[in-house]
């Protein structure tokens, strides 16, 4: 268990439709990431957040938004969903940021029909 | 940029001969390198790294990375396969001035009884 939780654990949704993603860092740490994992495309890092602030952004659609709260849990919204949205997104925790070990939570499998 | 290329997507060996998964990565500053596990259904989770010190790096589970700058190379070694290690590997590298895993493709490990 990495300390890393992340609700729900499965989502199945229709296009069109929009979910949030809730994700709860390890006791202490500053910095949240979310990635997105998918069949076609791998691993993907989407954004990272460092207590609140936005610290940096990756393959991340305008589609997608997220935001990390004075509590340090971190949503991932996704919005006018389509098929092709359909992956397992993981959130991941570390310390402070830089170069730190991050943290897997065990992903949320997103379903869109 | 970074990126790392994980050379083979699956590799099958038989229960107590050695591992050997295969990575390469591409760097323009002093990497940060590291190796994460996947079970089925489960999230990551960290088997080692390598951040500028040891070139040898010893993790979890009895695996081993070394890191060879002349061949920008990080193979992940185990000297006996137990069937518990069926699972996918990545490879992961982060580089100076960068918050961002860059993730490999994945390594799918079979072990055979």
């Known amino acids: 268990d990495s300390g890393v939780t992340q609700t729900p654990k499965h989502l199945i949704t229709a296009t069109g439709q929009r979910v949030t993603l809730r994700c709860s860092p390890r006791s202490g740490d500053l910095s949240v990431y979310w990635y997105q994992q998918s069949l076609d495309q791998g691993l993907q890092f989407l954004i990272q957040?460092?207590?609140?602030?936005?610290?940096a952004k990756g393959n991340i659609l305008e589609r997608f938004s997220a935001q990390q709260f004075p509590d340090l849990h971190s949503e991932l919204n996704l919005s006018s969903l389509e098929l092709g949205d359909s992956a397992l997104y993981f959130c991941?925790?570390?310390?402070?940021?830089?170069?730190?070990?991050?943290?897997f939570g065990p992903g949320t499998r997103l379903t869109v029909l | 940029a970074q990126s790392v290329t994980q050379l083979d997507s699956h590799v099958s060996v038989s229960e107590g001969t050695p591992v050997l998964l295969r990575c390469n990565y591409s760097?323009?500053?002093?990497?940060?390198l590291f190796w994460y596990v996947q079970h089925p259904n489960k999230g990551l989770q960290l088997l080692l790294k390598y951040t500028s010190a040891a070139t040898l790096v010893k993790g979890i589970n009895g695996f081993e990375a070394e890191f060879k700058k002349s061949e920008t190379s990080f193979h992940l070694t185990k000297p006996s396969a137990h069937m518990s290690d069926a699972a996918e590997y990545f490879c992961v590298v982060t580089g100076s001035g960068t918050y961002k895993y860059i993730f490999g493709t994945g390594t799918r490990l079979k072990v055979l009884a």
């Open positions: 760097s323009s500053y002093s990497p940060s």
């Open positions: 957040y460092y207590n609140g602030e936005e610290r």
């Open positions: 991941a925790s570390s310390s402070s940021g830089r170069l730190d070990t991050q943290y």
